[in-house]
């Protein structure tokens, strides 16, 4: 915690001991802090120079004597916290000032890059080639995303693999970023992509399917964009391009509007039914799983490769949904549950 306002690991273990008491003594708070007592003396004596611990007063003739600078062994030195509220204010205003100073450095940089490339299109375009540079790349794209990110999935990933994108993508949905994803239906087959789909969408993640999509993308808060290349146009390595703001971004912005506005979304999991009635007349969970997946268009089969279940399962399910909404027929069903209020 202490280690962003600039005090190294062992600096924050030392410190951290003595907040958990009045003062103590260099050998108390080595003991504490499992380090070496010469070592927690400098610290301590550190500490002391940049105001954020002080030499408690009462603690006696030892207390004249600095730790670790040759004047005895300071047994009988005792230290104080000085009140975090007026020593560590001026650290956090420090590390404010210098993220500043970074972004002002990162915006000029950026429009510097783009202005002297060697190219006219190297300020738009940006090729990326192997596998530790594009997924390299395609984390920072989501990591420096702060109001969107705009997906679109299909295929098999190459270079990025499912699992390595969670972390990434829950930071993002942590963060409050606008996170809509548009993939194909046959994206989800595999009950462990489901699930990951399903808990993402959960936690704030927007979802619609569509039969196929023409290319793989993420566009970041519509400044920067990422889409992959042919792996046989890179000589069998995987690549992308990097495209920056410009007509052809905005192009893909466009697509990718287009595809969400034509594109049927996939409901999240219910916590509960709105209506008012009997449990006995409610759907499960698992029933309303298969319901949010048979109003996305994806068929019994595929919802059950997805669920991990049979497809008999997934008939059974669909039957009794039909059964509690009185309906003749799915499109029947899609009506009553939304009227009903199930998804």
């Known amino acids: 915690m202490l280690q962003a306002l600039g005090l190294s690991p062992a600096e924050e273990a030392v410190y951290t001991a003595l907040l ?8 108390d708070l080595a003991r504490q802090a499992g380090l070496e007592k010469g070592d927690t003396a400098h610290i301590l004596h ?50 404010r000032n210098a993220l500043h100073r970074a972004e002002t450095a990162f915006s000029m940089l950026t429009e510097q890059y ?25 984390h920072q794209l989501q990591r420096g995303a702060q109001r969107e990110l705009l997906v679109f999935l299909v295929g098999a990933p190459i270079a990025v693999p499912r699992e390595d994108t969670d972390t990434s993508e829950s930071a993002a949905l942590d963060r409050g970023v606008d996170f809509r994803v548009v993939a194909t239906k ?14 993402a969408i959960t936690a704030g993640l927007e979802l619609r399917l569509v039969e196929a999509l023409p290319l ?4 970041s808060d519509r400044e920067r964009a990422m889409v992959p290349l042919d792996v046989a146009e890179s000589g069998g390595e995987p690549s992308a391009i990097v495209v920056h703001r410009s007509g052809l971004l905005a192009a893909l912005v ?28 409610q759907p499960t969970e698992g029933e309303l799983e298969v319901l949010a997946l048979l109003l996305a268009g994806i068929s019994d089969r595929r919802a059950a490769s997805q669920l991990g279940v049979s497809i008999r399962t997934v008939e059974r399910r669909t039957r009794r949904l039909m059964d509690l909404a009185g309906a003749d027929s799915r499109l029947q069903l899609g009506w009553h549950a939304a009227r009903a209020g199930w998804l």
């Open 20 to 27: 958990a008491r009045p003062t103590a003594s260099a050998q």
């Open 46 to 95: 550190d500490l002391t120079a940049r105001g954020l611990v002080a030499v408690d007063a009462g603690a006696g003739s030892g207390a004249s004597a600095p730790v670790g600078c040759g004047a005895g062994d300071g047994s009988t030195t005792r230290y104080r916290l000085t009140p975090p509220s007026v020593a560590l204010a001026p650290l956090l205003v420090e590390q």
């Open 216 to 219: 793989k993308m993420v566009v």
């Open 254 to 281: 466009q697509l990718f509007e287009k595809e969400w506005a034509q594109a049927r979304p996939l409901y999240p999991t219910p916590t509960g039914v709105r209506v008012q009635a009997r449990a006995e007349q």
């Open 186 to 199: 046959d994206y989800l087959d595999g009950h462990e992509v489901a699930q990951d789909m399903r808990a």
């Open 114 to 138: 783009r202005s002297t490339a060697a190219h006219p299109a190297g300020s738009v375009v940006e090729v990326v080639v192997g596998v530790e540079q594009v997924a390299h790349r395609f």
